[in-house]
Nanobody, 122 residues
Framework: QVLLVESGGGLVQAGGSLRLSCAAS????????MGWFRQAPGMEREFVVA????????PYADSVKGRFTISRDNAKNTVYLQMNSLKSEDTAVYYC???????????????WGQGTQVTVSS
């Protein structure tokens, strides 16, 4: 089990940028693959991007490729999501998650943060 806390969400105009952070507790952060998911009102929680333990693999959902960038700093127990060229369709609660291996499936992640709201105005 790892405690995850997201931050950095807010209101931004379309075309703008936000940087989300996910701070993790625990002694073994570097052993976890990390993912970002998002959930808009009335929608299923969907995969955004994931990152492997060392950061070498970063699969992105097609909807965010070229606009979002995931990174991690294992020394700081933190994973980041840089979001550029934001669209109204990106409006959602964004969640980070930790799992034993990199995956795009919700069920493969064991621990989840509380979420941070991202609202993109048009």
């Amino acid at each position: 089990q790892v405690l995850l806390v997201e931050s950095g969400g807010g209101l931004v105009q379309a075309g703008g940028s936000l940087r989300l952070s996910c701070a993790a507790s625990g002694r073994t952060f570097s052993s976890y693959a990390m993912g970002w998911f998002r959930q808009a009102p009335g929608m299923e929680r969907e995969f955004v991007v994931a990152i492997s333990r060392s950061g070498g693999r970063t699969p992105y959902a097609d909807s965010v490729k070229g606009r979002f960038t995931i990174s991690r700093d294992n020394a700081k127990n933190t994973v980041y999501l840089q979001m550029n060229s934001l669209k109204s369709e990106d409006t959602a609660v964004y969640y980070c998650a930790a799992g034993n291996f990199i995956s795009a499936r919700r069920s493969d992640y064991d621990d989840w943060g509380q979420g941070t709201q991202v609202t993109v105005s048009s």
